[in-house]
C-alpha cells in the first residue's frame, strides 16, 4: 500500500479555499488523484470517514482518515499541527491546535483508522509553532497538560510561558504506540510558512495526503 502527501508551504500558493487552489495550475504539487475532502476545521475532535472521493467535503471536523485509494484528504493550517498518521491500508489527516489536543482529536482520529482495519502505525508532524514562539497562558496551559502531560509545559525564547503543540502531539503517539516523525519547523520563524500568530498572514498551508490506488 503506497501512500502519497505533501506539506504545503507559501509556494504552493494560498489554501485557504481548496478547490480553487487544487484548479490554479500555480500549487505546484502533482495533483490529487481525485476531489478532495477537506474540513471546516472547528478545534473538535471530531473524524469523518471517508468512503469516496469528496466525501464529507466542508464538513466540521478536524479529522478524516480513509482506506479508499485515490480520495485526497485535506487540513489546512497557519499554527496549529498538521499531523498525517499512516497506518497498514488507510491514512489520516488530522488538525490541532491545543483545543483539539485536549480534545483528543489525534486519538480519536487513530482510533477512526483502526475501525476501518487500517490499523496506524506512524504519525507524522508538519510545520507548526514551536515553543520558543508560542506564549501561552497559565490556566490554559495547566488544562493542556492535564490532558498531554507534562512534556507541553515550556518557555517562550523571551522567557515566558509557553506551549510546546509538538510535544503534546509526540504523547499522544506515545500513548497510542505509533512511531513519531516531526520535521522541527516552526511556521512563526520560518519565511516560508504563513503564521497567524507572528504575523496575522491570512494565508493557510495544507497537508494533502491520499492513498494512491494501484
Ligand atoms: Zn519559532
Redesign the pocket.
Known amino acids: 500500500m503506497a501512500f502519497a502527501h505533501a506539506f504545503t508551504d507559501r509556494r504552493h500558493g494560498d489554501v485557504g479555499d481548496v478547490d480553487a487552489w487544487l484548479a490554479t495550475a500555480g500549487s505546484g504539487l502533482a495533483p490529487p488523484p481525485g476531489p478532495p475532502t477537506w474540513l471546516s476545521q472547528v478545534h473538535g475532535a471530531e473524524v469523518v470517514v471517508v468512503t469516496e472521493p469528496g466525501e464529507h467535503a466542508g464538513a466540521a471536523a478536524d479529522a478524516a482518515v480513509t482506506v479508499v485509494p485515490g480520495a485526497p484528504l485535506v487540513v489546512r493550517t497557519a499554527d496549529c499541527a498538521p499531523i498525517l498518521l499512516e497506518g497498514r491500508v488507510g491514512i489520516g489527516v488530522v488538525h490541532a491546535g491545543w483545543r483539539g489536543l485536549e480534545a483528543g482529536v489525534v486519538e480519536a482520529a487513530a482510533d477512526a483508522l483502526s475501525g476501518l482495519g487500517g490499523e496506524p502505525d506512524t504519525v507524522r508532524l508538519g510545520p507548526c509553532?514551536?515553543p520558543?514562539?508560542y506564549e501561552f497562558g497559565e490556566v490554559e496551559l495547566d488544562r493542556v497538560a492535564a490532558r498531554c502531560g507534562d512534556t507541553v509545559r515550556a518557555t517562550t525564547a523571551w522567557g515566558t510561558p509557553a506551549l510546546d503543540l509538538a510535544a503534546g502531539v509526540a504523547e499522544a503517539a506515545r500513548r497510542l504506540g505509533l512511531r513519531f516523525d516531526d520535521d522541527g519547523t516552526?511556521t512563526?520563524?520560518s519565511p516560508r510558512h504563513w503564521s497567524f500568530r507572528a504575523r496575522a498572514d491570512r494565508g493557510r498551508q495544507a497537508l494533502v495526503a491520499w492513498v494512491v490506488p494501484s
Open positions: 509553532i514551536r520558543r514562539c516552526c512563526a520563524c
